[in-house]
């Protein structure tokens, strides 16, 4: 089921996007969702990410800085 939302790992790949590249993106998120699954099943725990709603913050800020920036000029 495909979420309307920003997931975790969308935010995650446009940051990551922005420092590395398509290729390296690619790989990064997918060794975090392997990482996640083997955590998943050592533990048994759910999967939570913790930095979920700094992300989401982080992006707001960002275009609120923008659009400040923007009314300035």
Known sequence: MKSNR???YRIKYEHIL???GKKRTK????RM??????HKFVTGEEFNPNNLLKLIY???CLKN?????LNRQ
């Open 58 to 60: 982080h992006k707001k």
């Open 6 to 8: 920003s997931s975790y």
């Open 27 to 30: 790989i990064a998120i997918a």
């Open 65 to 69: 800085r923008k659009i400040k920036l």
């Open 33 to 38: 969702i392997l990482t996640a699954i083997y």
């Open 18 to 20: 922005k420092q590395r």
